[in-house]
């Protein structure tokens, strides 16, 4: 069940106090039904936390006055996810599960195989996520967003440049992520050596044509495995992120 938590951009908190408006001043007012003197929580897009106090309700706006701020909530590591755009609802878990799980970065790539069209709405569908991720925030008690890309060409994708590892499942070649992350978490080191930041590349419900395949591991991408089972492109990215979260991020 979502607490009374509310999220606020960071470019509009204006202490002391500050406005809410649109759907989370509906979300306060009408479905958690706060009264003006009660305290609830607030929390902006860089994982900064507010405690404030409801001072007014009005039809189209809340007035609340901020008493504490608390550091930023941000996961240890950075995760990227590089998704090949799936399916509307395939799209839509992974966003909110890979959102409950601290991904900072969700970028959506269109790949050889891709089946999406992407052309139309597309404004339209970020928003959507955005929106998915945002209840995924507070379903989950986290308070850092992820931020959402428009759809990136794989070529792009791979020649981004930041990303201290960068890892690609593959279905025919690599070591076990789980042996990977173990080794590299301190469980076989006296001394952790984890990266700043990991990005992993999953594939299309199609896989990788052979041709991406050598094109992203020529562009320094680590290839990976989950074993000898072919899992659905959704199922695939949720297990990374699981092993990459536990063993990385808690």
């Known amino acids: 069940m979502t607490s009374n938590r509310f999220f606020v951009k960071k470019s509009d908190i204006k202490f002391p106090t500050f406005l809410l408006y649109g759907d989370e001043h509906h979300h306060l007012s009408r479905v958690a039904r706060v009264k003006p003197e009660e305290k609830v ?3 902006d897009e860089q994982g900064t936390n507010y405690l404030a106090k409801v001072e007014e309700i009005r039809k189209n706006m809340t007035r609340v006055s901020i008493l504490q701020t608390l550091d930023k909530n941000k996961p240890k590591i950075k995760i990227t996810l590089a ?3 799936l ?5 839509d878990l992974i966003i909110q599960k890979s959102t409950e799980l601290a991904v900072t970065n969700i970028i959506p790539v269109i790949t050889a195989r891709t089946i999406v069209k ?3 709405k597309i404004q339209k569908k970020i928003e959507r996520w955005k929106k998915i991720a945002l209840e995924a925030v507070k379903q989950s008690q ?5 931020s959402i890309s428009f759809p990136t060409p794989l070529e792009k994708l791979v020649k981004r440049k930041g990303d201290e590892k960068k890892l690609l499942l593959s279905e025919n070649k690599g070591k ?3 042996d990977i992350l173990i080794k590299s978490s301190g469980s076989e080191l006296k001394i952790p050596k984890l990266p700043s930041s990991v990005l992993i590349l999953i594939g299309p419900e199609g896989g990788w044509t052979d041709e991406e395949e050598k094109f992203i591991l020529d562009n320094g991408y680590e290839a990976v495995s989950l074993g000898e089972q072919t899992l659905r492109a959704e199922t695939a ?3 990374s992120l699981v092993l990459i979260s536990h063993f990385w991020n808690l």
């Open 118 to 120: 992407i052309e139309e």
């Open 237 to 239: 990215a949720l297990c």
């Open 83 to 85: 998704q090949a755009l």
């Open 41 to 43: 929580w607030l929390f």
């Open 87 to 91: 399916k509307s609802k395939k799209m």
């Open 142 to 146: 986290r308070s850092f967003m992820p």
């Open 176 to 178: 076990y992520l789980r």
